[in-house]
């Protein structure tokens, strides 16, 4: 495998696991226990983690056949993880998934564009 289908590969597991994590960590808590609006919201910040994860996953196969749509696949997905965090920003600094996004978005361009 090559080094950027690896770090493909590596920053969507670090996006699917920190999902996993945040919703086994709501659902423990107090949010956990009822299920309301409150709950609903911050399980889909987990699904938004699990699933651009999942696409950036899915798409260093592609990156590795050096395939046109695995570049814009994870680089969307990468875009969107950036957004993300920038809404959270108020309220949970996630600055190691916004330092590995944008390295990764800096590494598919040079790479692509190579």
Known sequence: MSFLSIAV???GAWAIINGVLHDIFVLRSEHGKVYDRNLLRL???GHILITCGAVQMLASIGIEE???WAYYMA???GISL???CAMIWPFLKSLATITINTVLLVLLVVNYLS
Do not use: E, R, S, T
């Open 43 to 45: 399980l889909m910040d």
């Open 75 to 77: 680089g969307i997905a």
């Open 66 to 68: 050096h395939a046109h």
């Open 82 to 84: 950036l957004v993300y």
């Open 9 to 11: 590969l590596v920053v």
